[in-house]
């Protein structure tokens, strides 16, 4: 266990178009690929959590989202080994603007494409279980903001390979977000 927890707030988006979901192909330290709704860290100059993630949005695929709904779902994993805690929301754009284009000023977004939701599955079984599980969910049966669901796991372990990934709250309705600690980039991002 580490006595220094680092704890930060990430956004994602849910951006649909013809029966397609907009995915990102994010390259990692160390080389490890995974495919993710676009999204990211929201900075403390961020005005708001959606304010944060329709910059991430427009930084990884060029499109300018113009009104959200939600959140439809939210995700806190916990890591005591690595001495981290991640609170997620995932909101649905709406209305958005533009065409899709990477241009990732962190470098960690390599590609960006609307996957069709029923091929969606298999591009993200190689992401983190507190990444892909919410998402599989609501793409197996799609729920909106007024049936917002919260998501939590444990993350135990010390690198990747060794993590051993527990959930522990697969029906809880969201609840209100703990006051914003000090955030920082998740070590992998």
């Known amino acids: ?90 909101h649905r754009a709406v209305a958005y603007e533009g065409d899709v284009r990477v241009a990732d000023p962190d470098g960690i977004v390599v590609e960006a494409a609307f996957v069709p939701a029923g091929d969606a599955a298999t591009v993200l079984e190689r992401c983190h279980p507190w990444v892909g599980e919410p998402l599989a969910e609501w793409l197996a049966e799609p729920w909106g903001p007024e049936a917002s669901r919260r998501f939590c796991y444990e993350v135990h372990g010390l690198t990747r390979a060794a993590f051993e990934v527990v959930r522990t709250d697969r029906t809880g309705r969201a609840a209100p977000a703990p006051p914003r600690a000090r955030r920082e980039r998740a070590a992998g991002d």
């Open 1 to 90: 266990m580490v006595d220094d927890v680092r704890e930060w707030q990430v956004a994602g988006a849910l951006v649909e178009s013809d029966g397609c979901l907009l995915l990102v192909r994010n390259q990692r330290r160390g080389g490890h690929e995974d495919w993710s709704t676009p999204g990211g860290v929201i900075d403390d100059d961020d005005g708001s959590v959606l304010d944060g993630l329709t910059r991430e949005v427009e930084e990884e695929t060029g499109l300018r989202v113009t009104r959200w709904e939600g959140p439809v779902y939210e995700v806190e994993a916990v890591a005591p080994d690595l001495g981290w805690i991640m609170r997620c929301e995932v």
